[in-house]
């Protein structure tokens, strides 16, 4: 905790960060990510197979 406050004191809470657009293909990338995890279940484990 002490550590993440010296972060946030030396560079700041990223409120101030300027949208790129590596950021709007990274968001692209989890949501497509979120459908597929979603389209199999929402599940963290999955059976094996074999």
Do not use: C, M, R, W
């Given at each position: 905790m002490?550590?993440?406050?010296?972060?946030r004191d030396?560079?700041?809470d990223g409120?101030?960060?300027v949208a790129t657009e590596?950021?709007?293909d990274a968001l692209a990338g989890m949501a497509e990510k979120s459908a597929?995890?979603?389209a199999?279940?929402?599940r963290v484990?999955?059976?094996?197979?074999g």
């Open positions: 002490k550590v993440s406050q010296q972060i030396e560079h700041g409120s101030s960060a590596f950021d709007a597929e995890f979603a199999q279940g929402n484990y999955l059976p094996l197979t």
